[in-house]
């Protein structure tokens, strides 16, 4: 064991870094101080990937973000520096959330069986030829196809089920469903592209084996997914910058952004191919006022330390009024939106987005 000063450009990170960051580089760090200007963070690797991406997505979405969003700094003196603070918030969320991504997809990756030994490599049409000379091998390929096949059945299953969700999901989960999905086929479509697996596809078809049928049909059925969940991915993307400040603004900082993120979920209507369903835009709506709820909430009970009885009556009808505020607006940018485009014709009643009872109680 050794402690050493690395070079974050040229030195990987084969272990375990100490990171120090001084919360004031104005002052001077002392022993008697150090423990409050200087903050001492970890984070791991080993030998599995997925355990940096864990470490560097936490770092970001339990320190960083929440540091940046509520300790006061420079940037609050004017308006430009807001704004900068702001894309700043949302580019370290976006960057978070890729990480997340990034460890479930390592987690969920499909690596299709390796084929029955023996069984000879195939790269070109000669080998193929080569190989239909031997029935046995001709078997084989089959038997490997068809174990293929029931892995690929298996993931098309599971994919296409109806989603499990908890009643609490907000948009940056749907975004972060469809990149899932997107990477998982894409890897699967890698895998199926592979030469060792078209090098057995070239086999099945010069021996017209009746197991070619379904792997046909299983192909398209791969490529359909992935071309749904790439135009998906797309569309979700450009709903993004509008619900990041329902994560990172209080109700009066989100009021400006709503009419924004309807216009946006109407041109998702208007052109998208497989996101335009009346069922995937109320999921999508319904997410985007659960978060706008969970927000109402944090704002209301001061990130949960406390509750309205334990605030001055004045502050807490202030702060309902603006959550009653922000709840009107998103009513009338829905009516005005479907009244326009008439989408939205899923969602059955009103919208689940209703605080008055908060005001009868103060």
Same mark, same amino acid.
């Given at each position: ?20 960051? *001084? ?20 984070i791991k690797n080993g030998d599995d ?9 936490k770092l970001l979405s339990k320190i ?9 700094s420079d940037l609050d003196t004017s ?13 370290? *969320? ?68 109806? *989603? ?6 907000? #948009? ?8 899932? *999905? ?12 592979? #030469? ?54 209080? #109700? ?111």
């Amino acid at each position: 064991m050794r402690l050493f000063l690395a070079k974050p450009g040229t030195t990987p990170l084969t272990g375990m870094c100490v990171c120090m960051v *001084r919360t004031n580089p104005q002052r001077s760090v002392t022993e008697e101080n150090v423990h409050r200007e200087v903050n001492f963070l970890l984070i791991k690797n080993g030998d599995d990937p997925a355990i940096l991406l864990r470490s560097v997505q936490k770092l970001l979405s339990k320190i960083f973000v929440p540091a940046v969003r509520v300790n006061p700094s420079d940037l609050d003196t004017s308006a430009s520096g807001v704004s900068a603070r702001d894309h700043l918030l949302a580019g370290l *969320r976006s960057f978070a959330s890729c990480l997340h991504v990034s460890k479930s997809i390592m987690a969920e990756r499909v690596i299709l069986a390796p084929p029955e030994e023996r069984l000879d490599e195939v790269r070109s049409l000669s080998d193929a030829q080569m190989v239909l000379t031997q029935p046995d091998q001709v078997q084989a390929i089959e038997r490997t196809v068809l174990m293929w096949l029931k892995q690929i059945e298996s993931v098309l299953i599971e994919m296409e089920q109806l *989603r499990q969700e908890t009643d609490d999901a907000g #948009p940056q989960d749907e975004l972060e469903y469809w990149k899932r *999905r997107m990477a998982k086929f894409k890897y699967l479509s890698e895998e199926m592209e592979t #030469p060792q697996v078209r090098g057995s596809v070239l086999v099945l078809q010069l021996a017209r084996s009746k197991v070619l049928k379904a792997w046909k049909e299983t192909d398209a059925r791969v490529t359909q997914n992935l071309a749904e969940a790439k135009d998906n991915v797309k569309f979700v993307y450009a709903i993004e910058e509008y619900c990041h400040p329902l994560y990172l603004h209080d #109700p009066p900082g989100m009021t400006p952004y709503i009419m924004m993120l309807f216009n946006t979920v109407r041109m998702i209507h208007s052109i998208s191919r497989y996101y335009n369903t009346s069922e995937k835009l109320s999921a999508l709506l319904i997410k985007i006022t659960n978060q706008m709820i969970r927000s109402c909430q944090v704002y209301v009970s001061c990130q949960g330390l406390e509750t309205i009885w334990s605030q001055p009556r004045k502050d807490v009808r202030e702060k309902i009024q603006h959550c009653l505020k922000l709840s009107a607006t998103y009513r009338n940018a829905y009516q005005k939106t479907k009244v326009r485009e008439g989408f939205c014709g899923g969602v059955k009643g009103k919208l689940p987005f209703d605080l008055s009872f908060l005001a009868s109680q103060i």
